[in-house]
């Protein structure tokens, strides 16, 4: 929770937010993140394949910052991603993995060694942003919509990017 | 056509755009949509799969808005995306429906009862939102490119959201 | 490396860059940048599909630019796209095109009679525009990453455009 730069917060690196339903909240007394330019927290992952839900934890900086604007989030990273998807059924978030998994086997016919083409080709096409609108600090996701990390190599201590412009 | 909110129009909505080819226009004489922060729009679809062109309704707005900057187009629903493609050849549109369709069939194996799982991993897939730089009041959108709408679970009344930063 | 529009350049274009590992940089001394809106840069493929990496490209433009903002790299063709991925080992990149063309096959069951339909599909599902921030005039791309135009219908002259915001 404290800044990585000093003075002149361009930075602000937030707790780490432990998995799906845990984790530390951003929404915590006396955190000001208007002053900083870009918002980094930490997602640790459970499971080689994961949807990890952090739409609180951008929702949190979106208020925080307020105004209007595009909210952009970006994974660090080439074998997880970021995706918007329903936020009531988890069967759906089982279903999105199962089917990329389909589509694109872990042992498939791969050339690169380490044993994570999968994830890669994945990541890809899931992509790694997403851009939501907000205004009066609050994003313009629909109801059923929610913000997922999408974890396709772990388990692992990831990172994810917010930018609000 | 009318404003959401009153005398500070920060939404604006815009007519239902009844499907491709039809709809309202929105380059309407007395529009004016620069003091807008967010537009939405409707889209009412007519089948289950379908993508529908709503280049024309975006391309009003930056228009009216002028001067430089990135067209965020926002999907906020689930089970519907947006993606830019041909537009000269409707023969592509039916194609990829056709493929997303074979790649991910509407009665695989899911476990979301709902019977849509295949809409949700389409969506995911394809994406909920373009961004689009424009120039002067005019998107640099290719010759061939078009903005679609991409319903996956209709038909239904739809909405696009489109923000000019 | 001339402006298109003269005293006011709201458009650059670049010099062309002729493949990957090759083709000119835009590091070149005297290249100023910061006065233009919008960055137009060719890309000339070799084959149907390859995937070109423009990184140092983009990450040019940004530091001639500098601050904070976020850097859109946008693909102006249907059948051509961008994405980011891993940059350590090219065979992540053989198999990412191996596996497109395995999901969607260049001789599928077509109706558009150009014979590119694939590439087409291709181009939706990986997506024609990157988002990333940037910080001090650096992307925020992670170790791996790199940015990769990706060819699904060459060779062909293609171009690539970024707008800094």
Redesign the interface.
């Given at each position: 929770m404290t800044p990585v730069a000093g003075s002149a917060p361009?930075?602000r690196e937030h707790g780490t937010r432990a998995c799906e339903n845990g984790g530390a909240t951003l929404r915590s007394p006396g955190l000001t993140v208007t002053d900083s330019?870009?918002h980094t927290f930490q997602v640790r992952t459970r499971s080689r394949e994961e949807l990890v839900d952090i739409t609180s934890d951008v929702a949190a900086l979106v208020s925080a910052h307020g105004g209007?604007?595009?909210a952009?989030v970006?994974v660090?990273?080439?074998s997880a991603a970021v995706?918007?998807?329903?936020n009531a059924?988890r069967?759906?978030q089982?279903?999105?993995l199962?089917?990329?998994k389909k589509?694109?086997p872990e042992s498939?016919?791969?050339?690169?060694?380490?044993g994570n083409?999968d994830a890669?080709?994945k990541?890809?096409?899931?992509?790694?942003?997403?851009?939501?609108?907000f205004?009066?600090g609050r994003m313009?996701?629909?109801t059923?919509?929610g913000i997922y990390f999408c974890e396709f190599d772990g388990p692992r201590a990831r990172?994810a990017?917010v930018?609000l412009?």
């Amino acid at each position: 929770m404290t800044p990585v730069a000093g003075s002149a917060p361009l930075f602000r690196e937030h707790g780490t937010r432990a998995c799906e339903n845990g984790g530390a909240t951003l929404r915590s007394p006396g955190l000001t993140v208007t002053d900083s330019v870009l918002h980094t927290f930490q997602v640790r992952t459970r499971s080689r394949e994961e949807l990890v839900d952090i739409t609180s934890d951008v929702a949190a900086l979106v208020s925080a910052h307020g105004g209007h604007g595009i909210a952009t989030v970006f994974v660090p990273h080439t074998s997880a991603a970021v995706t918007i998807n329903e936020n009531a059924d988890r069967d759906v978030q089982r279903d999105m993995l199962f089917w990329l998994k389909k589509l694109i086997p872990e042992s498939g016919e791969f050339r690169h060694a380490e044993g994570n083409s999968d994830a890669h080709i994945k990541a890809s096409l899931v992509g790694n942003s997403v851009t939501v609108p907000f205004v009066d600090g609050r994003m313009r996701l629909g109801t059923w919509q929610g913000i997922y990390f999408c974890e396709f190599d772990g388990p692992r201590a990831r990172r994810a990017e917010v930018m609000l412009r």
